[in-house]
């Protein structure tokens, strides 16, 4: 079982820069995929970011391509998410997601996570 604990969200205005964090429990955190989702009021939620657990090779939706990056330090059992450049249009409560141990497939796709945070808000003004 993993827990995960979103942190790092607020206001910012458009253009600025935003670090989001997530802390997990459990021991094999390593072996986990991790992906970053958004949802914004009356929208489906959205892929925005993943790494896989093996290399840690990273992708990223269209709309954040270039301007945020994901990372993981397995010391600290914490996944990243710096956003900077941002734009109204990100404003949404974002969620981090570990995918099930050693699995590195369907990273795009939030049914395919097993584990998810409470979310953080992020809003940007213009």
């Known amino acids: 079982q993993v827990q995960l604990v979103e942190s790092g969200g607020g206001l910012a205005q458009a253009g600025g820069s935003l670090r989001l964090s997530c802390a997990a429990s459990?021991?094999?955190?390593?072996?986990?995929?991790m992906g970053w989702f958004r949802q914004a009021p009356g929208k489906e939620r959205e892929y925005v970011a993943a790494l896989r657990w093996s290399g840690g090779s990273t992708y990223y939706s269209d709309s954040v391509k270039g301007r945020f990056t994901i990372s993981k330090d397995n010391a600290k059992n914490t996944v990243y998410l710096q956003m900077n450049s941002l734009k109204p249009e990100d404003t949404a409560v974002y969620y981090c997601a570990a995918r099930a141990p050693y699995k590195d497939y369907g990273l795009g796709y939030p049914n395919e996570y097993d584990y998810w945070g409470q979310g953080t808000q992020v809003t940007v003004s213009s």
């Open positions: 459990g021991r094999t955190f390593s072996s986990y995929a």
